[in-house]
């Protein structure tokens, strides 16, 4: 991925997560929340231009990304990628809170040889119109296809009616206090 489509998608993940539980928890200031979601994102799709699969909607509406459950992140990842000097000055706590949680989503959970969709979004002027539901499904389809599971976590229980429609289940659900949601742990395949 290119550097200006790192940014715009980076962007795009920042404003589809400003309400998601997990980082409203760590990070309770709205403007603040989306200037780290945005470094967090170039991060996260820099480490997945290594080793994950990217799937971008063709207009660049959104984004899935498929990576092995028994991929762990480090710090070190983070230090490798471009923009990580802002990230890591501002927001280092909850970096690695978020980067701890993150590692949870694992082989203990969902097996080896799962891939994980992490993360997933869609620009909130697209959302509704059927983008994620094509950019997981085609994918997960050639994935199951090959015999290859595929998980998932969500902290919106809104969203556990959408991924079972894709075929997911609940295979765990754990309450994530003192922040005050639930762990929907998903699989398919």
Do not use: W
């Not at 231009?49 to 899935?64: F, H, M, P, S, T």
């Not at 949680?101 to 993360?119: H, M, Q, R, Y």
């Not at 997981?136 to 919106?156: D, F, R, V, Y």
């Not at 229980?157 to 754990?174: A, P, Q, S, T």
């Amino acid at each position: 991925m290119k550097k200006s489509q790192l940014k715009y998608f980076a962007r795009l993940g920042a404003e589809s997560f400003a309400e998601d539980p997990l980082y409203v928890s760590y990070i309770p200031r709205k403007t603040r929340r989306k200037k780290f979601l945005y470094h967090l994102m170039m991060v996260r799709l820099a480490v997945s231009n290594r080793e994950d699969i990217l799937v971008a909607d063709k207009q660049g509406r959104g984004l899935c990304v498929f990576r092995s459950a028994a991929k762990k992140y480090s710090a070190g990842d983070f230090l490798r990628c471009v923009n990580t000097l802002p990230l890591m000055t501002g927001y280092l706590l909850p970096s690695m809170r978020i980067l701890s949680f993150s590692n949870k989503l694992d082989t203990a959970v969902f097996g080896e040889n799962t891939l994980l969709i992490e993360p997933v979004f869609v620009g909130p002027d697209y959302q509704g119109q059927g983008v994620a539901t094509r950019l997981i499904s085609e994918k997960m389809k050639e994935l199951l296809e090959a015999g290859i599971p595929c998980g998932l976590m969500t902290q919106n229980g809104n969203n556990v009616g959408f991924y079972e429609k894709l075929g997911f289940r609940v295979i765990k659900k754990e309450s994530a206090a003192p922040h005050g949601f639930h762990n929907y742990y998903m699989k398919a395949g």
